[in-house]
């Protein structure tokens, strides 16, 4: 009996009509498994990767495969997105015994979760064998499964935590610049070779810190090449190249908010028309395609349509023509490439230059694009998770001000009100929900983390204080649940469900680590509130920075930037006045506006009471609105225009 038909997760969705006896992951599957003395097969996927719905059309739709996993196995599905404290511990033992990973995952592992044998994908006609394998290797070697199993889970545990040293120093950053450079790809932007994903940490620590070869040349070349998309915008998740030609076409949330922030930030640092033009495309494609009608923003978009990768996005000389006629589609073909760079004669779009005639060029991209919304869409993971949409608040709260657009501070203020409503529970945080209902999941590090960085991004641009509040909340969690009495913090919570491993990986990957996500929203906290507690968490939790610097600073990239922040005060910015005054309003813009390593924002009425700490005893100069610019609480003398602001932000 497959037993997915009530899940939340669409990926667990599309599996619910396999003739597999799917479980969802829960104690009920151990349980059997136990009951009937057979292993688990752990598959471990999510509902935008191509080469899991590759193994679930070849293998788990064919009956013949299903009656094999039926006969011998207890089959678990997972959403790596729902649980990915379920994925790491299982991603760390494939890692182990086969020196690679990906997804789809597949783990065999004993009735009580340990693992034994781990792959990635498989071929029907291998997995069928492997199947028959692992059932004669448990029927007659049982003991030395067992022992296999307790192996590995011995060694996973013991395992060493990364060690700890001390708060980075200009010298440690320094030396994460100069790392930087010898993978730097000089020729095509990125670090190192195909594939290259997206280094969003990365280079927001590089724009922090002045250097603009690696970082503008990165974010141009990615913004001109096929993993952009030229019509619709928005960013794919990496490209196959080094030259970012061919993307792999899923787009993901997480993505396209953390590279919506970089360019945007690259505009407020000197990024020009170029930067402007991505931010606010990738700003409006991620209302117009992930938005849910309950406010927040949805996982995933698939990289497949009709059975096809790339179908929806790829364009044949011939298509350009019946679209645009013989003169327009020549014109186009040249412009954006179009000459047999991905498969069966067709292209991915590229822009490499602007356009010599921007009035053709926008009524060509508007007819293309009108074109492409008849073709049969990929398929969309609706769900909402909290951690990739803290951080979509952050970048359409300072995307919105640094653009006057009040339509993004609306749309990361609905997705800040769909959280604290749909996704708390009795003070704690809830990591998914769909059609605004909330899942069953506990939230994980990166979730109170990523959100509070959002919630505390969206205080600085409304001034709304229940904001920084409730970020407030979610770090006094951090702080009390996933600590791990040294120098950081575990993936999980001490109350979480126990797993063979408590996942603690301080490293980035596709999103920030946890820990470096939650050392950045307790030091912008902290510095709006006076919260020492707050701040030295903070820096503790860097300490891994310094280890990582020497050989491997693409994977602390966020830890870096946060540390840049540290290093710079962090700039704090008081601004009082009332706030329906536009003087007030000019000085809260022009401080939002400024090109300063992790600067923090407070905002309030001089009547109000003081909330946050920051603005305690700053008041108005005479009856004008006034801000203040500080560095520990220590501030400068208060000014009264955006030309004093502007010199007191650069000086």
Request: net charge negative.
């Amino acid at each position: 009996m497959n037993r997915l038909k009530d899940a939340t997760s669409p990926y667990l969705l599309q599996h619910a009509d396999n003739p597999v006896d799917w479980h969802p992951w829960g104690e009920e599957a151990f349980a059997e498994a136990r009951g009937r003395d057979v292993p688990l097969l752990i598959s471990v996927g999510y509902s935008a990767c191509h080469w899991c719905h590759v193994m679930a059309h070849e293998s788990f739709e064919d009956v013949g495969t299903a009656r094999l996993m039926n006969e011998h196995f207890v089959n678990i599905k997972v959403d790596r997105e729902e649980r990915p404290d379920v994925d790491a511990v299982y991603m760390n033992a494939t890692q182990a015994m086969t020196h690679q990973g990906g997804w789809p995952m597949t783990v065999f592992a004993t009735p009580d979760g340990h693992p034994f044998y781990c792959g990635t994908y498989f071929p029907r006609p291998r997995f069928q064998r492997l199947l028959t394998e692992v059932h004669k290797v448990w029927s007659s070697q049982r003991d030395s499964v067992l022992q296999q199993g307790a192996k590995v889970v011995e060694a996973l545990n013991t395992h060493t935590a990364l060690p700890s040293g001390a708060l980075p120093g200009e010298e440690t950053l320094r030396q994460a610049v100069a790392n930087l450079r010898e993978s730097y790809d000089a020729a095509n932007g990125g670090f190192g070779g195909a594939p290259k994903f997206p280094p969003s940490m990365v280079l927001e620590f590089l724009l922090r810190s002045g250097e603009r070869e690696m970082s503008g040349g990165t974010l141009a070349a990615m913004a001109r090449g096929g993993m952009y998309d030229q019509l619709g915008g928005g960013f794919a998740r990496y490209s196959v190249d080094a030259e970012w030609v061919v993307p792999h076409f899923e787009k993901m949330l997480y993505d396209n908010a953390l590279l919506l922030r970089v360019y945007t930030h690259w505009w407020k640092a000197g990024g020009g028309d170029l930067a402007r033009r991505v931010a606010l495309e990738t700003a409006d494609w991620l209302l117009r395609e992930l938005r849910t009608p309950e406010g927040g923003f949805a996982s995933a978009l698939d990289a497949d349509s009709e059975g096809v990768e790339g179908k929806f996005y790829v364009w044949t000389p011939e298509e350009l023509r019946e679209v645009l006629g013989d003169d327009d589609g020549r014109w186009a073909a040249g412009l954006f490439e179009v000459t047999g760079t991905f498969e069966h004669g067709a292209s991915v779009l590229q822009l490499l230059r602007d356009p010599e005639d921007p009035e053709r060029y926008a009524d060509v991209r508007a007819r293309l694009l009108a074109a492409r919304e008849r073709r049969v869409r990929p398929g969309r993971d609706d769900k909402v998770v909290a951690s990739w949409n803290g951080l979509a608040i952050a970048a359409l709260a300072e995307t919105g001000v640094v653009f006057e657009r009040p339509d993004l501070v609306a749309a990361a203020t609905a997705a800040a009100e769909l959280l604290a409503g749909t996704h708390m529970a009795d003070g704690r945080l809830l990591r998914t929900s769909r059609d605004g209902r909330a899942g069953k999941n506990s939230g994980v590090l990166e979730d109170y983390a990523n959100l509070a960085e959002g919630l505390i991004s969206l205080y600085g641009v409304t001034g709304e204080a229940r904001w920084l509040r409730l970020a407030g909340s979610l770090l006094d969690t951090v702080l009390d649940r996933f600590a791990d009495g040294e120098a950081g913090f575990y993936d999980t919570a001490d109350d979480a469900e126990r797993l063979f491993q408590r996942p603690q990986d301080p490293t980035d990957n596709a999103t920030p680590s946890g820990q470096y996500a939650a050392a950045g929203a307790l030091l912008s906290y902290g510095a709006l509130t006076g919260s020492s507690r707050h701040r030295e968490a903070a820096y503790t939790a860097l300490g891994t920075v310094s280890v990582l610097t020497e050989g491997h600073a693409r994977f602390a990239g966020w830890g870096l930037a946060v540390a840049r922040a540290s290093l710079s005060g962090p700039v704090e910015v008081a601004v009082v006045g009332p706030a329906d005054d536009p003087r007030t309003a000019r000085l809260h813009r022009e401080a939002l506006l400024a090109d300063v390593p992790g600067l923090v924002v407070a905002l309030g009425g001089a009547a109000e009471s003081a909330y946050p700490a920051l603005l305690e005893g700053r008041g108005l100069v005479g009856d004008a609105p006034a801000a203040y610019v500080c560095r520990g609480f220590t501030c400068r003398m208060p000014v009264t225009t955006v030309e004093e602001l502007r010199a007191e932000l650069t000086g």
